[in-house]
């Protein structure tokens, strides 16, 4: 029974964090005013319906005070409207367990103003301008249908509210990483967590069908021609906005090559604490000055310029174009015929996959492992059958064991076009798990579980040190943690 709770814990959680923080696109019935947040001081006069609650004011339809939000009767039914959009059944889910769980969105909100945590404000205001772009092309770019759809009064009022709907999501993310990165775990606890598995009723986990996989890349050559008009042409760009003031956003728009950030129209914030761009990126945004352009600077992914907008402190808000240089047709056919060599070297038994990795793959992360891959989520050789990245699981659906697949062309964020070969090295049926082989699984789910342990004892205490005001028939609900502080 402990594993099945244990999963259960887990499960729940990933679908309480998915049923609140989808993205607005799929959840566009939330908007109302679900966001409000109690000012510090009401300077309106109290209306006949209205109740005072010390400095705050509790009006009609106000089901919950926690802190410094408010959660209203109709946030209930939103939350309902929002799963069964998302292709969920929310009639398997009481009202009490979806108002629970907007308490405790109020409350990791909250907590996260109280600790000081601070989120992006451009970045999550550039990001609702986009969305509301995004939801106004649904109505043929008629904000007046928009808006009356909605029931707002204008657009900033719609803007704003997607705006707090972002920056409360933003705050309950934060805040839950923060109570859980103080968490490590031991090998021992590791250990005596899997001695509890197995002595449970319900004995060890049973893993799924894994495979290990290999492959060999060739990267066509860019030539010193194709880098030279590359970094000539982002020059011209600087050269454009700087003395002609063109806008540096509208050269993203039309000409970077990073999919990732056209959304924003360029916009990264970088943390001189936090790093989260490659070094080359991270040392040139560094040392600009606000309103300052780079000149080009070579990354993995391809050449840039970066304008420095703004300095807040630690955080540096960077807008950037991205170019990769043209590959030509001679270099795609050069690496083609050295992949097909090299598979028929593999086949005819002249070389091993694993030599020919070492020998003549481009992918410096599998070359020197004999090309094998790792899984990104278990940090292990081990790619579960059931969770197969799509992309690989179509690549070596069809492949035997130990076969050599075709040549097979592919892309990347790094390369627009490269060459490689697969190959199925290892396959470990479903079994139960295994100190010593599932180690890093054991592991994580050992983790998980003291993540569940360390957010129940925060939600425990925090709740007791935070003004909750529970209104009307909520009142009866059986919640799980002391929302009526009644225990």
């Not at 909605?150 to 707090?164: A, G, H, N, P, V």
């Not at 075709?406 to 396959?427: A, G, L, Y």
Request: aromatic share 8%.
């Amino acid at each position: 029974m402990k594993l099945q709770k244990m999963l259960l814990r887990i499960n729940n959680l990933k679908l309480l964090n998915k049923a609140i923080f989808t993205s607005i696109f799929s959840c566009t019935v939330l908007f109302g005013f679900s966001q409000e947040i109690i000012k510090d001081e009401v300077k309106a006069p109290v209306k006949k319906q209205e109740k005072k609650l010390g400095n705050r004011i509790k009006a009609d339809g106000v089901a919950a005070v926690v802190g410094d939000y408010i959660v209203l009767d109709s946030d209930v039914d939103r939350r309902r409207a929002q799963i069964k959009a998302q292709g969920g059944d929310p009639s398997q889910i009481t009202g009490c367990e979806l108002f629970g769980s907007i308490l405790e969105e109020k409350l990791y909100a909250h907590q996260a103003i109280q600790d000081s945590i601070v989120v992006n404000e451009l970045q999550l205001r550039s990001q609702a301008n986009q969305q509301v772009q995004g939801l106004l092309a649904e109505f043929k770019g008629s904000m007046d249908r928009m808006l009356e759809y909605y029931k707002k009064e204008s657009e900033d009022e719609f803007r704003e509210e997607i705006y707090e709907f972002n920056k409360s999501r933003s705050l309950f993310t934060e805040m839950q990483q923060k109570v859980t990165d103080a968490v490590e775990i031991t090998p021992e606890e590791v250990r005596q967590f899997y001695n509890e598995l197995k002595n449970d009723e319900d004995g060890l986990p049973i893993f799924g069908t894994e495979l290990q996989i290999a492959n060999i890349v060739v990267i066509p050559e860019v030539t010193e021609a194709s880098k030279q008009a590359t970094i000539n042409r982002l020059k011209e760009f600087k050269r454009d906005v700087e003395e002609n003031g063109a806008s540096f956003i509208t050269k993203v728009l039309f000409y970077t090559d990073d999919a990732g950030s056209k959304p924003t129209n360029g916009l990264y914030t970088l943390n001189r604490k936090r790093p989260r761009m490659v070094k080359e990126f991270r040392d040139v945004a560094f040392s600009l000055q606000e309103g300052e352009i780079s000149e080009p600077f070579k990354s993995p992914y391809g050449y840039h310029i970066i304008l420095l907008e703004k300095i807040r402190g630690q955080e540096y808000d960077i807008r950037h174009i991205l170019l990769q240089p043209e590959i030509t047709s001679d270099a795609i056919e050069k690496a083609k015929k050295k992949i097909e060599e090299v598979r028929a070297k593999i086949v005819d038994g002249t070389i091993t996959f694993e030599d020919a990795a070492r020998e003549f793959s481009d992918e410096k992360e599998t070359k020197f492992e004999g090309g094998k891959l790792m899984n990104p989520i278990t940090q292990d050789f081990n790619f579960e059958l059931t969770k197969m990245d799509t992309d690989i699981y179509v690549q070596i659906q069809d492949l035997k064991d130990g076969t050599v697949s075709e040549v097979i062309q592919d892309s990347d964020r790094e390369n627009p076009i490269k060459f490689k070969i697969m190959k199925v090295t290892n396959r470990i049926d479903e079994h139960e798990a295994n100190f010593a082989r599932d180690y890093l699984k054991i592991k994580r789910l050992a983790l998980q579980n003291k993540h569940f342990d360390a957010l129940g004892k925060w939600q425990k205490e925090t709740i007791e040190s935070t003004y909750i005001k529970i209104n009307g028939e909520y009142r009866d609900c059986e919640f799980s943690s002391n929302w009526l502080k009644s225990k």
